[in-house]
């Protein structure tokens, strides 16, 4: 990516470490999975850039069955901990990767 400052790319280093601003992006997740590339391009008084996206879709969990969530409960309650190993710590491992 090339800066545009006047062609001064050390000063737009510096006038962006100034200056913060913070966008929100909306990017439409419905039935994708896997990984999603999307480019902005980002226009000011100084110039232009794109900016590269890439966002990581892992693939819908089955819900639990009542029978599962009551045991995966009653786990809890006697280790807290429970949720790091066996069986749960396969959804609740992928949630936090």
Sequence with gaps: MRLHHGGNAAGALADSRRRHRRNKLCINLGDKIGTLFKSVLVVTDKGSQTLGLRVNLAPPVAPLTE??????????????????????????????L
């Design 67 to 96: 029978a599962q969530r009551a045991a995966g409960i009653a786990a809890a309650k006697v280790d807290r901990q429970a949720v790091f190993k066996g069986d749960c710590a396969t959804c609740h491992r992928r949630n936090v």
